[in-house]
């Protein structure tokens, strides 16, 4: 059976090729979400959808309900939707394979599975991953969210530069429907005419700073720029809150891990080091930092930054303020 992504999915689904069952889970719920309001709003016409589409929920039904409407056929239209959502809720979900070895054609039977998945041991995930379209979505990782929310924008008409986005993957993380919520804030706020998010739109309306953030601690970092780097761990120190040091670090970790990574790219440019790291945006950074840092010293930031995250959690017996390990990491790393 073919492997479906989010995307191979949407693509069919424009495309008016259906499949007889969906199982969509996983513990990114974005992507989920997404396709089930595709299919809910685009598979029928308005008029079909008050005869064919029908929701249920887990928790308030039961497996041979759902499939005894989806063996009904559709009423005056070529097929009926029939979603199931919180479905991880409904019980006896076994019960499932006999429908599945004859579906109904004319049915899209469309189970949402959220925050987490299906047992791959049962045998209807068997049977879901033979006869059916199974999408399991995982958590997005840091160096993945510029592109999300990149092709995001793109999707909305809009374009934001480097520095925007990282500063909005930063502020928002990787909670996907959190931040298309932020962009399409954004959207509305931006004003008539305009495409463009800048830095200043995402400090007025997101609340993170554009001079004081991590963005520009590891720029400062990469080029070797101490007073810019000081400057931004003094207003962190002084502003704990907004920037707590449980998210400098695995920024920082995640940053010097790929560096030290980097140094194995056979071709150091800044296109090698994106093909061989498998990440689209900020390379330009590795090849900088490849000249301004050796790559032992790399491994022992690698370590200091593992020891600030100790000390920052009480581990070494006294507490120290988050300043003074920043202020300590910092000089470490830039000397």
């Given at each position: 059976?073919?492997?479906?992504?989010?995307?191979?999915?949407?693509?069919?689904?424009?495309?008016?090729?259906?499949?007889?069952?969906?199982?969509?889970?996983?513990?990114?719920?974005?992507?989920?979400?997404?396709?089930?309001?595709?299919?809910?709003?685009?598979?029928?016409?308005?008029?079909?959808?008050?005869?064919?589409?029908?929701?249920?929920?887990?928790?308030?039904?039961?497996?041979?309900?759902?499939?005894?409407?989806?063996?009904?056929?559709?009423?005056?239209?070529e097929?009926?939707?029939?979603?199931?959502?919180?479905?991880?809720?409904?019980?006896?979900?076994?019960?499932?394979?006999n429908?599945?070895?004859?579906?109904?054609?004319?049915?899209l039977?469309?189970?949402?599975?959220?925050?987490?998945?299906?047992?791959?041991?049962?045998k209807?995930?068997?049977?879901?991953?033979?006869?059916?379209?199974?999408?399991?979505?995982?958590?997005?990782?840091?160096?993945?969210?510029?592109?999300?929310?990149?092709?995001?924008?793109?999707?909305?008409?809009?374009?934001?530069?480097?520095?925007?986005?990282?500063?909005?993957?930063?502020?928002?993380?990787?909670?996907?429907?959190?931040?298309?919520?932020?962009?399409?804030?954004?959207?509305?706020?931006?004003?008539?005419?305009?495409?463009?998010?800048?830095?200043?739109?995402?400090?007025?309306?997101?609340?993170?700073?554009?001079?004081?953030?991590?963005?520009?601690?590891?720029?400062?970092i990469?080029?070797?720029?101490?007073?810019?780097?000081?400057?931004?761990?003094?207003?962190?120190?002084?502003?704990?809150?907004k920037?707590?040091?449980?998210?400098?670090l695995?920024?920082?970790?995640?940053?010097?891990?790929?560096?030290?990574?980097?140094y194995?790219?056979?071709?150091?440019?800044?296109?090698?080091?994106?093909?061989?790291?498998?990440?689209?945006?900020?390379?330009?950074?590795?090849?900088?930092?490849?000249?301004?840092?050796?790559?032992?010293?790399?491994?022992?930031?690698l370590?200091?930054?593992?020891?600030?995250?100790?000390?920052?959690?009480?581990?070494?017996?006294?507490?120290?303020?988050?300043?003074?390990?920043?202020?300590?990491?910092?000089?470490?790393?830039?000397?």
């Amino acid at each position: 059976m073919a492997k479906y992504t989010y995307d191979s999915i949407l693509a069919e689904l424009k495309k008016g090729v259906y499949h007889p069952v969906y199982y969509l889970m996983g513990e990114e719920s974005y992507f989920t979400d997404r396709l089930v309001d595709y299919i809910s709003k685009n598979v029928l016409s308005d008029i079909e959808q008050e005869f064919n589409l029908t929701v249920f929920y887990g928790l308030d039904t039961d497996i041979d309900t759902v499939i005894s409407a989806a063996r009904r056929y559709p009423m005056m239209a070529e097929h009926q939707v029939i979603i199931v959502k919180e479905a991880q809720m409904i019980k006896n979900i076994d019960a499932l394979i006999n429908y599945l070895r004859v579906p109904q054609p004319s049915t899209l039977l469309v189970f949402a599975h959220k925050n987490g998945s299906l047992d791959k041991r049962k045998k209807v995930a068997v049977e879901l991953e033979r006869c059916g379209v199974v999408l399991d979505s995982k958590k997005v990782n840091d160096n993945q969210l510029p592109q999300f929310i990149n092709n995001y924008m793109r999707e909305k008409g809009l374009v934001a530069d480097n520095k925007a986005v990282l500063m909005l993957a930063e502020s928002v993380g990787a909670d996907l429907s959190r931040m298309a919520g932020e962009i399409d804030k954004l959207s509305i706020l931006k004003g008539e005419g305009s495409a463009n998010i800048t830095p200043d739109m995402i400090e007025e309306h997101i609340g993170i700073s554009k001079e004081y953030n991590n963005f520009e601690l590891q720029n400062a970092i990469v080029n070797k720029d101490i007073y810019k780097a000081n400057r931004i761990i003094n207003y962190f120190a002084q502003n704990q809150k907004k920037n707590p040091i449980q998210m400098t670090l695995p920024l920082l970790f995640s940053f010097f891990s790929n560096l030290m990574m980097a140094y194995y790219a056979p071709d150091k440019s800044e296109r090698g080091v994106s093909e061989f790291l498998g990440i689209r945006w900020g390379c330009g950074d590795y090849v900088k930092a490849m000249r301004n840092y050796r790559a032992m010293h790399v491994m022992e930031i690698l370590h200091l930054i593992r020891l600030a995250d100790a000390q920052s959690k009480g581990a070494e017996g006294a507490a120290i303020p988050a300043g003074e390990i920043m202020r300590e990491l910092l000089y470490k790393i830039m000397h």
